[in-house]
């Protein structure tokens, strides 16, 4: 599953992982934010925490979120590894964003800035592969030219990392611009990399993920939107649940696991906008919804949400917080 911001939060992964996915990337975390965290074992909750001086929750793992990779935002070396070495011990594998269009990332010299910085990036790769315990690999977008990329991808690859990530879109196209499965294609036809190539964008069905490895010859696929759409695209036996199922599934985990509830809604209208769903009575009661016990309500979660009540461990994130103080 892809990082996506606010999305791959721990629910979500954990969701993805149980339908079958092998890998889960976390949301991309900026580097001097997770820097600035404080590491807390939660043991209500049985995760790790890192929390912001604001007492906020920055990242959430446990152990059931296997394969972890951390995304982090970053323009530099120097802190790129001071975050990494804040979390190592408990991510399996760090992620650069190199593909991130966002104003806020770009002017900061992050995301798909980096694109054009080949020294920018060899330095932040090479920095972390050569202090860290964890693979390191990175996410890119396509250049203006297949040169141009098959430029960038054999950069990337004599830094040493363990897996590129080619979102097939250039940094100018919106999600709504189609992907370039063909430009990958081509690119993979006229090069080869001993590192695997993950191809990313447009890949919503079991049919889609056939289809792309074909075209592509790509090793692997990192899947967004379709994993919104529908997570159990997953599954290895290509069976599909509902999204009234995985609604409940995903409500499920982020009670037990104590997500924030702005967050936990935020993904709900996700799922449902992926589904074209929001014209329901329960997706505009969704939109307005403003408390778990609501929500659980809506997705005929009630008795589920009694049991809730109940559990041998309250979560109590800021108690636990202050024992650690
Ligand atoms: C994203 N994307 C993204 N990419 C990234 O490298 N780091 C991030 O944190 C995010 N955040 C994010 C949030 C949301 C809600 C979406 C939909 C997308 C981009 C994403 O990983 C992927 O590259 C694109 O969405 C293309 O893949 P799909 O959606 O066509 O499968």
């Known amino acids: 599953m892809a990082p996506m911001v606010r999305v791959s939060t721990l629910p979500m992964r954990l969701l993805a992982l149980r339908q079958g996915c092998d890998i889960a990337y976390s949301e991309e975390l900026i580097d001097v934010k997770l820097s600035s965290t404080k590491r807390v074992v939660n043991e209500k909750l049985n995760t790790i925490d890192y929390i912001s001086k604001d007492r906020a929750v920055v990242y959430r793992t446990c152990e059931q979120d296997r394969n972890n990779v951390l995304q982090l935002g970053t323009a530099s070396s120097v802190s790129a590894l001071k975050a990494a070495q804040h979390v190592v011990n408990d991510i399996c594998a760090i992620d650069i964003n190199m593909g991130c269009p966002k104003f806020f990332s770009v002017q900061g010299g992050m995301g798909s800035a980096l694109l054009s910085k080949p020294e920018t990036i060899k330095d932040i790769l090479t920095t972390l592969i050569r202090n860290l315990p964890v693979p390191v690999t990175c996410k890119i977008r396509l250049l203006k030219t297949d040169q141009e990329t098959i430029d960038l991808l054999k950069i990337i690859e004599s830094t040493g990392v363990s897996a590129i990530g080619v979102h097939m879109r250039e940094i100018p196209e919106r999600p709504k611009d189609p992907a370039h499965w063909d430009r990958l294609a081509t690119i993979?036809?006229?090069?080869?990399?001993?590192?695997?190539?993950?191809?990313?964008?447009?890949?919503?069905?079991?049919?889609?993920?056939?289809?792309?490895?074909?075209?592509?010859?790509?090793?692997?696929?990192?899947?967004?939107?379709?994993?919104?759409?529908?997570?159990?695209?997953?599954?290895?036996?290509?069976?599909?649940?509902?999204?009234?199922?995985?609604?409940?599934?995903?409500?499920?985990?982020?009670?037990?696991?104590?997500?924030?509830?702005?967050?936990?809604?935020?993904?709900?209208?996700?799922?449902?906008?992926?589904?074209?769903?929001?014209k329901t009575e329960k997706a505009r009661q969704t939109s307005v919804v403003k408390s778990m016990k609501d929500l659980c309500t809506i997705w005929e979660m009630t008795n589920q949400y009694e049991q809730f009540l109940n559990p041998p461990t309250i979560p109590i994130l800021m108690e636990n917080q202050e024992e650690n103080d």
Not at 271 to 278: C, F, M, R
């Open 188 to 278: 993979l036809a006229n090069s080869s990399y001993s590192v695997p190539i993950i191809a990313n964008g447009d890949i919503y069905t079991h049919q889609d993920i056939d289809n792309v490895l074909n075209q592509t010859k790509a090793n692997s696929v990192m899947i967004a939107r379709g994993a919104i759409r529908n997570v159990s695209v997953f599954s290895k036996d290509k069976s599909l649940k509902s999204f009234h199922q995985i609604i409940q599934d995903y409500i499920q985990i982020a009670y037990e696991k104590d997500n924030l509830f702005p967050n936990t809604k935020y993904v709900v209208n996700q799922i449902l906008n992926e589904n074209d769903e929001t």
